[in-house]
Nanobody
Framework: QVQLAESGGGLVQPGGSLRLSCVASGFTFSSYAMSWNRQAPGKERELVAA????????NYADSVRGRFTISRDNAKNTVFLQMNSLKPEDTAVYYC??????????????WGQGTQVTVSS
């Protein structure tokens, strides 16, 4: 079955950096777009960043564009989220998500368990 295992979350000061990783299994990773979504306390889940199956196309939420970078290593079935210049409003549970096709316009069909990111001094 599909499994998405996130890691790399934690507590970081404003202006700091974190790198999230997600190891996928149970499907042909290189054939599917992937994305990162997040949910802050009291707010709905939102898309943070998405990447196509081959890694050639990416998409970002306006709130993170220029600070976050999504990438993938299809040989290692892993998708990454490099987060720089973190702000307190980035505090949330971050979820690795699989898309239903090779482009990131397809709907999310699987979610990981999530990893907590807290930005605070």
């Amino acid at each position: 079955q599909v499994q998405l295992a996130e890691s790399g979350g934690g507590l970081v000061q404003p202006g700091g950096s974190l790198r999230l990783s997600c190891v996928a299994s149970g499907f042909t990773f290189s054939s599917y777009a992937m994305s990162w979504n997040r949910q802050a306390p009291g707010k709905e889940r939102e898309l943070v960043a998405a990447i196509s199956a081959a890694g050639a196309s990416t998409n970002y939420a306006d709130s993170v564009r220029g600070r976050f970078t999504i990438s993938r290593d299809n040989a290692k079935n892993t998708v990454f989220l490099q987060m720089n210049s973190l702000k307190p409003e980035d505090t949330a549970v971050y979820y690795c998500t699989k898309r239903a096709g090779s482009t990131y316009y397809r709907r999310v069909d699987y979610w990981g368990q999530g990893t907590q990111v807290t930005v605070s001094s």
